[in-house]
């Protein structure tokens, strides 16, 4: 793909969403923090649905560490692996009251160090809670990049510098963001919405789903529509 095309990409996705936000409801860098390490393989709006009740009660990492693991379990049961983001999630509140004064480290080593925060959470973190021009590439940016040809790569770290380097710097502060969406919501995994897609005429895809065929009229010819008939049946 090249980079007048990347461009009209972007432009056209910033138009459509100039501000696009991440779903995940926080309110701190430390609510985001946990809330992206417990959305590991389950959805954003299940998490919410938890930290709905959490957070209320404990948002802070001196409160949720004082849950405990069985305490914090209570709330997170309905998402998937929770004993182990539990663990996690109370090893590191120990870890940031420890080691960062109970902030939450504004440095990528410092945030990966931390317990169940891997480089795809910290990427998250860095450009959602500290403004930083970072790729955190998920499942929805790698389908996406390597579809459309806008940054093809057989794994994440590949599509993730790929990414780092074919985004035209103007996007890079909201570019995961518009990505994701663009995956989660129209280029969806298994029947992408091609025929109503905003840059369908930018894709490469080869296999764009196709406008679907307008369906036959079922009316004889000169006949009446059915919204013609009443309901008493006159
Ligand atoms: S045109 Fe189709 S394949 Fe290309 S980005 Fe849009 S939905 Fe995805």
Not at 26 to 42: D, G, I, N
Not at 219 to 234: M, N, V, Y
Request: charged share 25%.
């Amino acid at each position: 793909m090249n980079a007048a095309k990347r461009q009209e990409i972007f432009r056209r996705l910033r138009e459509a969403d100039p501000e696009p936000k991440t779903e995940l409801v926080y309110r701190t860098p430390f609510e985001l923090l946990v809330a992206v390490v417990l959305s590991a393989q389950a959805t954003d709006k299940g998490v919410n649905l938890a930290t709905a009740k959490l957070y209320p009660v404990a948002n802070t990492p001196a409160a949720i560490a004082a849950l405990g693991v069985d305490g914090l379990s209570h709330y997170i049961r309905t998402i998937g692996l929770y004993p182990t983001k539990a663990k996690n999630v109370i090893a590191l509140c120990h870890q940031l009251m420890e080691l960062h004064g109970g902030e939450v480290p504004h440095d990528r080593a410092a945030l990966e160090g931390l317990p169940g925060v891997g480089r795809k959470t910290a990427n998250v973190v860095l450009n959602v809670a500290f403004g930083e021009p970072t790729m955190a590439v998920d499942t929805h940016i790698f389908r996406v990049s390597n579809r459309t040809g806008l940054a093809p790569g057989k794994t994440v770290e590949a599509v993730e510098q790929k990414l780092l380097k074919v985004v035209p710097r103007e996007f890079m502060l909201h570019a995961h963001h518009w990505l994701i969406l663009l995956g989660r919501y129209t280029c969806i995994a298994r029947k992408p919405g091609c025929p109503t897609c905003l840059i369908r005429d930018l894709c490469e895809f080869k296999a764009k789903t196709p406008e679907a065929a307008p369906r036959p009229s079922v009316l004889p010819k000169g006949g009446r529509k059915p919204a013609e008939t009443s309901d008493d049946g006159a």
